[in-house]
């Protein structure tokens, strides 16, 4: 059964970057089957889709954010990694790690079990 | 982007009552090259992740109790929960993967 655990603060400063990792078990990235997202939610709203990333580091972004984001892939260690930079109070939320399957635009059958982050000084 | 739109906001069942929820999308997310609408549905309990249910429309995951079945194509979707049970309080969302991936906006489901 695949598992997904997500690392990193949860407090991040204004203008400064966010960073998670998700470390993934039951599953190889390395295997090719799955693409592996992040997907966020701001307090008491709906989900957002981020972008994910491939094995190979192929990655897709959301436009609308895809100027601030870095989403990236350690094979070797089964974990991906989103970086968000110069955040605001807008990108506090929760943050999930999900695998996708079969095609970047999937749906997700596995996610972490979410990280909130809060964007303050 | 493809707008995916979900009524009602929320809705409050009695215990073993069906519930229904729709999902509209702004395109049509049947392709007719594998015969496939790239609909998912996920069920979102409090402090939790979301849960995925049901795939192209209306494929059920394993585990999922068969109360929850999905239908629609092309545009208009629906999920229904034939007999409300509890432990299905949750707020549900539909997605779109028939392109850059979009969520619904979530329905609340309560027990009346």
């Known amino acids: 059964q695949v598992q997904l655990q997500q690392s990193g603060p949860g407090l991040v400063k204004p203008s400064e970057t966010l960073s998670l990792t998700c470390t993934v078990s039951?599953?190889?990235?390395?295997?090719?089957?799955?693409?592996w997202a992040w997907i966020r939610q701001p307090p008491g709203q709906g989900l957002e889709w981020i972008g994910n990333?491939?094995?190979?580091?192929?990655?897709y972004y959301n436009q609308s954010l895809n100027s601030r984001v870095t989403i990236s892939v350690d094979p070797s260690n089964n974990q991906f990694s989103l970086r968000l930079r110069s955040v605001t109070a807008a990108d506090t939320a929760v943050y999930y790690c999900?695998?996708?399957?079969?095609?970047?635009?999937?749906?997700?059958?596995?996610w972490g079990q979410g990280t909130r982050v809060t964007v303050s000084s | 982007d493809i707008v995916m739109t979900q009524s009602p906001d929320s809705l409050a069942v009695s215990p073993g009552e069906r519930a229904t929820i729709n999902c509209w999308s702004s395109?049509?997310?049947?392709?007719?090259?594998?015969?496939?609408?790239?609909l998912a549905w996920y069920q979102q309990k409090p402090g939790q992740p979301p849960r995925l249910l049901i795939s192209w429309a209306s494929t059920r995951e394993s585990g999922v109790p068969d109360r929850f079945s999905g239908s629609g194509s092309g545009t208009d979707f629906t999920l229904t929960i034939s007999s409300l049970q509890a432990e299905d309080v949750a707020v549900y969302y539909c997605q779109q993967y028939f392109d850059t991936p979009v969520f619904g906006g979530g329905t609340k489901v309560e027990i009346k």
């Open positions: 999900a695998r996708t399957l079969d095609f970047w635009t999937g749906f997700s059958d596995s």
């Open positions: 990333i491939y094995h190979t580091g192929t990655t």
């Open positions: 395109k049509s997310l049947f392709y007719s090259s594998n015969n496939k609408n790239y």
């Open positions: 039951g599953d190889s990235i390395r295997s090719g089957t799955s693409y």
